[in-house]
């Protein structure tokens, strides 16, 4: 399987960015999607993750109610919609995939990376 994430940039604080990543391979194989994120300085953590149908979704409790997860399975794509950026969110997104909830902690593939900076 790769991934291949976009839309990473500079942008102030307050502002929005979408991310995307399209998956190629044996993607059927993998059906949750998701994205980790690693700060200057700190660990890889998880963010957010979807499920096959979509119906469900998961985030980490920093982002909640201003990140929206979701993918177009036609496209084999999954977006990041982040809002009311914070400079804490500041970091290298990556996009991940897995056979299920393990996708949280030990995703199967991850793609490159694309970094997000934001100024205050």
């Known amino acids: 399987v790769q991934l291949q994430a976009s839309g990473g940039g500079l942008v102030q604080s307050g502002g929005s960015l979408r991310l995307s990543c399209a998956a190629s391979?044996?993607?059927?194989?993998?059906?949750?999607m998701g994205w980790f994120r690693q700060a200057p300085g700190k660990e890889r953590e998880f963010v957010a993750s979807?499920?096959?149908?979509?119906?469900?979704?998961y985030y980490i409790d920093s982002v909640q109610g201003r990140f929206t997860i979701s993918r177009d399975n036609g496209k084999n794509t999954v977006y990041l919609q982040m809002n009311s950026l914070k400079p804490e969110d500041t970091a290298v997104y990556y996009c991940?995939?897995?056979?299920?909830?393990?996708?949280?902690?030990?995703?199967?593939?991850w793609g490159q990376g694309t970094l997000v900076t934001v100024s205050s």
């Open positions: 991940v995939v897995a056979r299920g909830t393990i996708i949280r902690s030990r995703p199967d593939y």
């Open positions: 391979g044996r993607t059927n194989n993998y059906p949750f």
């Open positions: 979807i499920t096959w149908s979509g119906a469900s979704t």
